[in-house]
């Protein structure tokens, strides 16, 4: 028989009243600065038009340029490794 409070009510009347008081000693005034500065950043973080793997600073650098540099000097080598061989040039004795 389902009452007026079902049990998928009370569980989540449970978790809703069950948000943790801060540490003693503690005030939680103090915690409100870092939310909002946390909010800020997913904000700044959510409104961003670019791809999720290029939204922070350095981004670009990490995930396009190295590989780019990567790949750049491994196909010089390899170019200079087939002339070298069809030429006969570059042995070692």
């Known amino acids: 028989m389902i009452g007026p409070r079902s049990e998928s009510t009370k569980a ?5 009243h069950s948000v943790p008081s801060p540490p003693s000693g503690q005030d939680d005034r103090s915690t409100i600065p870092a939310v909002r500065e946390l909010f ?5 973080y959510q409104n961003l ?3 999720t793997y290029l939204k922070g600073r350095y981004d670009v650098i990490t995930s396009v ?12 080598m390899i ?3 087939v002339y070298n061989m069809s030429h006969g040039i570059g042995k070692k004795e």
Do not use: D, E, W
């Open 12 to 16: 989540v009347a449970s978790l809703t």
């Open 40 to 44: 800020k950043q997913q904000h700044y």
């Open 49 to 51: 038009t670019k791809h």
């Open 65 to 76: 340029a190295i590989p780019l540099a990567l790949a750049a000097s491994s196909m010089f």
């Open 79 to 81: 170019g200079r490794g």
